[in-house]
């Protein structure tokens, strides 16, 4: 099995725009002249797969799937209090965009629990129900990685921490 640094072949990364992939393979390509190493990433939820060079891991981004313990910590977020905030949607949807995009599990815990909604509460604009799923998806992808199962069993996990904080 082919290993550059800290990723191999058949292990789940985290590319921080796209969620959660795992390595297919390591190839060499010649792109205008020049031999490339590059990572096979494969996003089954996306139906994607992206080459990307193995020098530009670092700076894009990508890292390995979280430990228990740091995903531990992320869990524990979603039960602290919720934060009211009173700025404009336009201004909170950027900043959760950015926490998103940031691969972080613990700001993506942070964002689920934010625009989480019981029942009890008021419906969600449409924006706000699609940054939700967004940070739900990746959150709960990254779990079921870790504990080797589905993403759907990895929702209702995250779901009943929630409803029970």
């Given amino acids: 099995m082919a290993k550059i640094s800290s ?3 058949g292990h789940h990364v985290v590319y921080p725009a796209h969620g959660i992939g795992k390595i297919k393979a390591i190839e060499t390509q010649e792109i205008s002249g020049h031999t490339l190493e590059m990572f096979v990433i494969s ?3 996306d139906r994607m797969t992206l ?19 740091d ?3 992320a869990i524990n977020s979603l039960k602290a209090k919720t934060r009211v905030r009173r700025t404009m949607w336009s201004r909170r949807a950027q900043e959760y965009e950015t926490k998103i995009n940031s691969g972080d599990p613990i700001y993506l815990a942070e964002v689920v629990r934010e625009l989480y909604r019981s029942d009890a509460q008021p419906e969600q604009s449409y924006s706000e129900r699609q940054v939700y799923q967004n940070a739900l998806l990746r959150l709960a992808g990254e779990i079921a990685a870790i504990d080797n199962t589905d993403t759907d069993k990895a929702i209702e996990k995250v779901e009943k921490i929630l409803e029970a904080a």
Avoid at 51 to 69: E, H, M, N
């Fill in 51 to 69: 080459r990307l060079p193995v020098a530009k891991a670092k700076t894009s981004g990508l890292r390995p799937i979280s430990t228990s313990k």
């Fill in 71 to 73: 995903m531990a910590n």
């Fill in 43 to 45: 996003f089954d939820k």
């Fill in 7 to 9: 990723f191999s072949c």
